[in-house]
C-alpha cells in the first residue's frame, strides 16, 4: 500500500485489524514522510525509535480488541509524557523530563496507541498562530509561509499534512477549533470537565480542555470515546454519563432546532465567511434540521472578559516557572534576582505580556474594577447561551473570521491577533462543547471552518450534526506537499 | 485610565520578571492597548450579578489521604537546574 499516510483513523484500524497492515508498516509509514516535512517544523521532539519498538512488540502479540490498535500518534507538547521530554513550547521547560503521564495521552496508551512524538505548540498555548513558541513558527501545509493557527498549531499542521492520523491539542480560547479551520480538519473541543486536565501543562485552568483533532467526524468521535472519562486526579472532573461517540454517531438530525446567533455578524467580517455561514444553514436545512434565529446579547463582551480571566488565571499558573525545582534557571545575584532573571529570560515576549495583564488586574486596587467584574459578565455570558439553549438543540456559527494569514501578519498588534478567536472564546467561557468542521475555501483556496456549538454533555449532537454536514459539504484539502 | 511606566514596573516587580527601561515602554503601549479593549466591559451593569468562579457544577472531593506516585524522586530531582542529586540548591536566602 503506497498511501499509508492518507488513511484516516478508521482506516487505519481496519487494516490492522484484517491483517491487511502492520502497526511496524503503519508506523514507518509515519516517520518516512515526517523525516521528509523537517520544512514544517512540526514536531519539537520526535520519539520515533521507541515507537517503532513499541510498534514491533504490538505485532508480536496483537489486541485487536483495543480501540486504537498500534496506531502511531503525535500529540501537542502541551501533555506530560513520561520519560519524554515535554517544553510546552517555552525555553523554561526546554529540558524538562515529565516523571509522570497525562491521564488523557494515558487513556491512548492503553487503548493500543504508541507516542509518535510532540508537536509544536504556541508558548503555554498562549497564541492564534503558533507564532509564540520557543521552538520556532510552523508551515501550514495549504501553502508556504502561513500560519497554521494556534496554539495547536503543530498538531493542525502535522494532522493536515498526514505526518500523524489524528492528534490531541488543547484549547483555552480556541486553539483546537481556529487551527483546525485553518488547516482544513476537524477539531472538537469538549464540555469542560470532559476529559481530565492531569498532566496538561496549565494555562488558565478553568478554561482548559483537551480535545481531538482529525480528518474526519468519526475519527474524532472514536478518538474522543477513549480520552473523555471520569479521573479522580482532576478535581474539576465531571462524572457524567458518557455515550459511544463513534457507534452512536448518525447522519439522522432531522427535526433537530439549530440556532443563528445574529450577534456573530460581526463588524467588517469578510463576505467570504457570511455565504460559508448561509451554505452551512441551507445544509442545515437539506438535512432535515430546523433554523431558529437566536440572539447572544454579550457576544461582544467575551473578548474582552477572557483577556481578564485567562491571563489572570495564567498569571498565577505560571508562578510556579521559578527557577528552582525543575526547568531553566539564570543565576542571578541572590535569590530575588535569580527568579526575575529566570523568569525574564526563560519566558516568551506574549506570556510575559499576559502575566503582566494577569497579574495587574489581580492586584489590590484593581481586583473588583476587572478581575470580579470579568467573572460577572462571564455569569451573563454563561446565561446567554442557558437562556437560548431552552429553546435550540445546537448552535451554528463560522469558525473564525478569516482563513489562515501570513507568518508575521499580525505579531505587531496583540489585540488583531486576540480577534482571532472572536467566534472560539464565549464556548470555552460558557464550559461548552464546539466542533469547527472544514466547510469550504476562500477566493485565495484556504480552507474556512464551520463551528457547531452544543449544550453541556451534548458531544453526540454536535458530532452528529457535524457528520451530517460533512457528508454533503464533501470538503478536500487541496495539499501539494510543496515542502518536500 | 492608563498604565504609565511606573505601573509597569511595579507590576514586573510582583510578578517576579526583570524589565528594562525599553521593554517596560513597549509593554506600557501594549497593555494600554489591551487594556482600552478591556474597558468595553464596564458598558454592562454587573451590579446585581453574581460572579462567576467555575463552569463545573461540582463540589470538590473528598478522597483517602494516601500517595499514589512511588519511587519517582531521583526522578523528579534529576529536573533540577541544579547538579546536585540528592537536593534542590538555590542562591544563599539567609545572611
Known sequence: ??????????????????????????????????????????????????????????????????????????????????????????????????????????????????????LNCDEFAMGSSNETSFFGNVQNPIGENLVPGGSSGGSSAALAANLTPVTIGTDTGGSIRQPASFTGTVGLKPTYGSCSRYGIVAFASSLDQAGPMSQNVKDAALLLEVISKFDNKDSTSIDFKRNKYSSELTNNIKGLKIGIPNEYRVEGMPKEIEDLWKKGIEIIKDCGAEIVDISLPTTKYALPTYYIVAPAEASSNLARYDGVKYGFRSEGENLIDMYEKTRSEGFGEEVK??????????????????????QKVRQLIKKDFDNVYNNVDAILTPSTPSSAFKIGEKTDDPVSMYLNDIFTVPVNLAGLPGISIPAGIDNKGFPLGLQIIGKPFDEQTILNIAYSMEEKINFKNNITDWWM | MTIDLKTVKHISKLARISTDEKKANKLANDLNSIFKFIEALNELDTEKVEPLTSVADTKLRLREDKFEANNIRDKILKNSPDENKDYFVVPKVVE
Open chain 1, 353 to 374: 505580556r499576559r502575566i503582566l495583564i494577569g497579574t495587574y488586574v489581580l492586584s489590590s486596587g484593581y481586583y473588583d474594577a476587572y478581575y470580579l467584574k470579568a
Open chain 1, 1 to 118: 500500500m503506497s498511501d499509508i499516510t492518507k488513511l484516516s483513523l478508521n482506516e487505519l484500524i481496519q487494516n490492522i485489524r484484517n491483517k491487511k497492515l502492520s502497526s511496524t508498516e503503519i508506523t514507518n509509514s509515519f516517520i518516512e514522510r515526517s523525516e521528509k516535512s523537517k520544512k514544517l517544523n512540526t514536531y519539537v521532539t520526535d520519539n520515533f525509535s521507541s515507537a517503532l519498538e513499541a510498534a514491533k512488540i504490538f505485532d508480536e502479540k496483537p489486541n485487536m480488541d483495543l480501540k486504537l490498535p498500534g496506531i502511531p500518534i503525535a500529540v501537542k507538547d502541551l501533555f506530560c509524557t513520561n520519560g519524554v521530554r515535554t517544553t510546552a513550547g517555552s525555553n523554561i521547560l526546554n529540558n524538562f523530563i515529565p516523571p509522570y503521564e497525562s491521564t488523557v495521552t494515558q487513556s491512548m496508551w492503553d487503548e493500543g496507541a504508541i507516542l509518535l512524538g510532540k
